[in-house]
């Protein structure tokens, strides 16, 4: 049954090898987008369960919100949303949810995808890297847009925790955004092809191939 795509697919991918490879990467990005939009409700649900929600999360400080109030990088205020801002409950729930979905995404990507053969650990050090600065990046920006689209479908528009759900999807395709953007280079850079080595028995018996036959000549 799928021997057909299959074979469409090889060659697709052998004549456009650069495009095959973005569509591969779209694909299973959304793949992990569909995780992460399960995995979070629950997570969420879990947190919210416990003291954690009433409990401030706010590091980083970095200049001023136009009402004057300190801008955190990472801001979650004591309180369920959108009369706060979800506390430690919230930012556990994103960070972990998150978290499952990126290690999935690694050797998804890089086996599928980018067919790396080089070393696992070194990529997973720059993918680690590359991580945490997206991430401090994702929830800097998160403070411009996460408290609005809250308090505009849970109360203007009055869905209540039917609007809860949907800004949860919203803001967790927004971060997924973010990071599709910007993986994509990256793992173009960390995921590499390089040759293997040749076994020296191998190797040595080449040699001697080609030796008997430049005597034999």
Do not use: C, H
Request: proline share 5%.
């Amino acid at each position: 049954m799928f021997k057909p795509i299959v074979r469409i697919w090889r060659s697709f991918e052998a004549k456009r090898p650069g495009t095959a490879q973005f569509l591969m990467f779209f694909l299973l990005s959304n793949g992990v987008t569909v995780l992460q939009l399960a995995l979070m409700p629950m997570f969420k649900a879990a947190f919210n369960q416990t003291s954690l929600v009433d409990t401030d999360f706010q590091i980083w400080p970095v200049g001023q919100n136009v009402d004057g109030s300190q801008y955190f990088i990472f801001d979650y205020p004591a309180g369920e949303l959108p009369e706060g801002g979800g506390g430690l409950a919230y930012f556990l729930a994103v960070q972990i949810t998150i978290a499952i979905a990126q290690v999935i995404n690694f050797f998804a990507q890089r086996s599928i995808t980018f067919k790396a053969n080089n070393s696992v650990w070194k990529a997973a050090f720059w993918y680690v890297i590359a991580y945490i600065l997206i991430t401090i990046g994702a929830a800097a920006a998160q403070g411009f847009y996460k408290a609005p689209i809250y308090e505009l479908l849970m109360d203007t528009w009055g869905l209540g925790t039917t609007g809860q759900t949907i800004a949860d999807v919203i803001t967790m395709i927004i971060n997924s955004a973010i990071a599709f953007w910007i993986f994509f280079p990256i793992f173009k850079i960390i995921f590499k092809q390089v040759p293997e080595e040749q076994p020296a028995d191998a190797a040595t018996a080449d040699d001697a191939g080609d030796t008997s036959d430049a005597l034999s000549r």
